[in-house]
């Protein structure tokens, strides 16, 4: 069974820094693709970052770019979302969700999703 469970959110200054976990089983990392999206109140669900398995891939929408990094652990079968600069339009409740999908930033293309962490940024 696929499950994904997202950590590390919090509450955190404008140009703070956080590292959201998503600690993943039921499936080996390196055959597939793990994004995190993110929701705010009253938003669509929007996709922030993604890393393909196979090779390491990495893809950033652009309001994010320069300031979240994504990396893997593929042997704690964890991804992390380390979020620098932060900014008060960074709060949202953060997901991580599995596709099959390499470099896939829709949400169509994802098929199992976490719980999300809540992100609060204050300016």
């Known amino acids: 069974e696929v499950q994904l469970v997202e950590s590390g959110g919090g509450l955190v200054q404008a140009g703070g820094s956080l590292r959201l976990s998503c600690a993943t089983s039921?499936?080996?990392?390196?055959?597939?693709?793990i994004g995190w999206f993110r929701q705010a109140p009253g938003k669509e669900r929007e996709g922030v970052s993604c890393?393909?398995?196979?090779?390491?891939?990495?893809y950033y929408a652009d309001s994010v770019k320069g300031r979240f990094t994504i990396s893997s652990d593929n042997a704690k079968n964890t991804v992390y979302l380390q979020m620098n600069s932060l900014k008060p339009e960074d709060t949202a409740v953060y997901y991580c969700a599995f596709t099959v999908v390499p470099g896939a930033l829709t949400m169509r293309w994802y098929d199992y999703w976490g719980q999300g962490t809540q992100v609060t940024v204050s300016s």
């Open positions: 039921g499936f080996t990392l390196d055959d597939y693709t």
């Open positions: 890393i393909t398995g196979s090779d390491g891939s990495t």
